[in-house]
Nanobody
Framework: QVQLTESGGGLVQAGDSLRLSCTAS????????VGWFRQAPGKGREFVAA???????YFATSVKGRFTISRDNANNTVYLQMNSLKPEDTAVYYC???????????????????WGQGTQVTVSS
């Protein structure tokens, strides 16, 4: 059973940067897509970014140009670099592993099988 652990969240000011990390244990994840999602208070979980097993990347329109995603398969870690943060980026951020290896990329939470516990990102204005 794979376990995902997010880290790197915190309280920052608008315009600042943060780098979130998602580390997997229990399974080599190089053949899986990894997605980042976020959930703000009172809202549903929304797609932020994904990196496929072949390292193709995808971003939500709201973060495109500000966020980047990368993976280090040797260390079973995926990074979400968040620049030019805005107050509307405030949320709990979750990483998730694709449901199956070599799966087609998905922007839907239901197509991800394992989730981390989340890390809080708060951006003050």
């Amino acid at each position: 059973q794979v376990q995902l652990t997010e880290s790197g969240g915190g309280l920052v000011q608008a315009g600042d940067s943060l780098r979130l990390s998602c580390t997997a244990s229990g399974r080599t994840f190089s053949t899986y897509d990894v997605g980042w999602f976020r959930q703000a208070p009172g809202k549903g979980r929304e797609f932020v970014a994904a990196i496929t097993w072949s390292s193709s990347t995808y971003f939500a329109t709201s973060v495109k140009g500000r966020f980047t995603i990368s993976r280090d398969n040797a260390n079973n870690t995926v990074y979400l670099q968040m620049n030019s943060l805005k107050p509307e980026d405030t949320a709990v951020y979750y990483c998730a592993l694709g449901a199956r290896p070599y799966y087609s990329v998905s922007f839907q939470p239901a197509n991800y099988g394992s989730w981390g516990q989340g890390t809080q990102v708060t951006v003050s204005s």
